[in-house]
């Protein structure tokens, strides 16, 4: 669920947790995953589209040797300090995993936990931890700002609509490709919060069921996650790597980081869109007919307000 910010989104607008996030994504995850792993090995191994580059051998005895440096050098205090942050990291963990405080609050804790019992507790030692964020942070402002004028407006809607009109399988597959081709130019949070919030508001007016609306929540959710590899401003950790001050230094440029991906959209894009249309469905039917997942009772309340106020 905290994968990828549009996830956290999506779950919170479909009432989902952890494990039943991560339940309903398997029809398109596993296969995603397994196929995604497939790729990484073949392009080390065939050494395609610039991958395959091997660690020279001084390279490697010149960081073999500083490591043992730093570890005869290493106190008693640094070693606990690696205990603290191990200790910090199974919180974060298990504070996700059972949802035991809003994920904010639990990110917030970690940062608080990470400094103050690692010593770090001056204001400018922690200021330089986010310079490099800055203009990324920027970005999503501006993304952000764009995402409620658009909600506010109901720009989408006519594509929404549009979508919504058809049936079946054809209605997933039709979401997930709207959503990757926008997440391929666009944010894939800015995209995934405008069609999640259309797509309940059609479940509140009654257009669409609460069956309907979790299949379209997936669809939603992996059209922005995989199709939005293609380029760096589709997703979040390309253009954070993209503006960082480590992109000249090794001579990362935008196309190059389209190039390289681009196995990785084809792959991802197409196995996405084929467990979308043919094991989606069926498979979370299979899931609610043996008590994996059970069914979400839409809000008529909610649904009466909002008719209301239209």
Known sequence: MVGEPQNLIIADQAGWLFGEFIIRMLPVTLPVFICGLITCALVEKFKVFGYGAELPEHVRNILVDYDNEQKKQRTNQDVAKLYVQGAIAIWLIVGLAFHLAAVGLIGLSVIILATAFTGVIEEHALGKAFEEALPFTALLAVFFGVVAVIIDQHLFAPIINAVLA?????????????????????????????????????LLDGVITRDQFDLLAVAINTGTNLPSVATPNGQAAFLFL?????????????????????????????????????????????MYDIGMISHHVADAAAGAVSAGQH
């Open 242 to 286: 993209l503006t960082s001050a480590l992109a000249p230094l090794i001579r990362l440029s935008y196309g190059t980081m389209v190039y390289m991906a681009l196995p990785y959209t084809i792959v991802l894009a197409v196995v996405g869109l084929f467990g979308i249309s043919y094991l989606l469905d069926p498979m979370t039917m299979w």
């Open 166 to 202: 058809m049936e079946g399988g054809q209605q997933l597959s039709m979401f997930y490709v709207a959503n990757g081709l926008l997440s391929m130019v666009s944010d894939n949070v800015f995209v995934g919060t405008v069609y999640i919030h259309e797509v309940k508001a059609a």
